[in-house]
């Protein structure tokens, strides 16, 4: 799917010899729902009594957009939008048996970043200083920087803290390449030479990014959202 990628810049480049204008500009936003869903897992028996994942994702996406412009309201738009994920995996044992005091702390951080690639046809309703406009189409999206760091504490003893760190997450299954389909809308108005596009974008990712392997839920003690929502301020000049 990565090689998409190329194609698409060579598609939305040939549509200026049909456009009446090209518009370039930097979009960015915030997330209206939440990355992923997390659940705490308690074991009556095995080495690892308490198990619980948490998301500390850093809310932001941004990244530039290019737009063509068409006569009747018309215009193809092509995003390059950067977003970074990030949550922890806690767990909870006893070295010396699962009726004693727990021990043993395993914090496991994993990171990641994406690029997402949106190409939307676009109409807008008036050409006015004020006016509307809607969108829909589909993206791929792709992670990289995948990281994985690991800190073992001995809650009851001096022994420094084993870090270990890994390209590879153990206990994560990663779908590094996905689809979707996009839906969005919002106003568009200008400020001086430049034009203001607040609005929010639905997107219904084809697969999980991440999820756990253990199943003490229907999917695991961690899932990505499929359903993305945001909110998202175009601005282009």
């Not at 990355?35 to 932001?60: C, E, I």
């Not at 737009?67 to 070295?95: I, M």
């Not at 999820?211 to 993305?228: I, K, V």
């Amino acid at each position: 799917m990565r090689r998409t990628i190329p194609f698409l810049v060579v598609l939305f480049l040939s549509l200026p010899a049909f456009s009446q204008s090209i518009q370039f500009g930097v979009k960015g936003g915030i997330p209206l729902s939440r990355y992923f869903r997390t659940a705490h897992r308690f074991d009556q028996a095995g080495p690892v009594f308490q198990t619980s994942y948490g998301s500390l994702t850093n809310r932001y996406t941004v990244g530039p957009m290019i737009e063509a412009r068409f006569p009747w309201g018309l215009g193809v738009e092509l995003d390059f939008l950067y977003k970074h994920y990030q949550f922890e995996k806690f767990a909870y044992s006893s070295t010396t048996g699962m009726l004693n005091r727990l021990d043993t702390q395993v914090r496991t951080k994993t990171t990641a970043g994406s690029l997402t690639v949106p190409i939307l046809l676009k109409y807008h309703a008036s050409e006015r200083p004020v006016g509307m406009f809607v969108e829909v189409g589909a993206s791929i999206q792709s992670l990289g920087e995948i990281k994985q760091t690991r800190t073992t504490r001995y809650l009851d003893s001096t022994i420094p803290p084993e870090v270990t760190t890994t390209d590879t997450p153990e206990g994560i299954t990663v779908w590094r390449d996905n689809a979707g389909f996009v839906v969005g809308g919002g106003i568009e108005f200008r400020v001086k030479s430049f034009k203001l596009s607040p609005g929010v974008r639905t997107t219904l990712l084809a697969h999980k990014t991440f999820y756990s392997s253990p199943n003490a839920s229907y999917d695991g003690l961690l899932g990505a959202e499929q359903n993305q929502v945001e909110f998202l301020m175009g601005i282009t000049f």
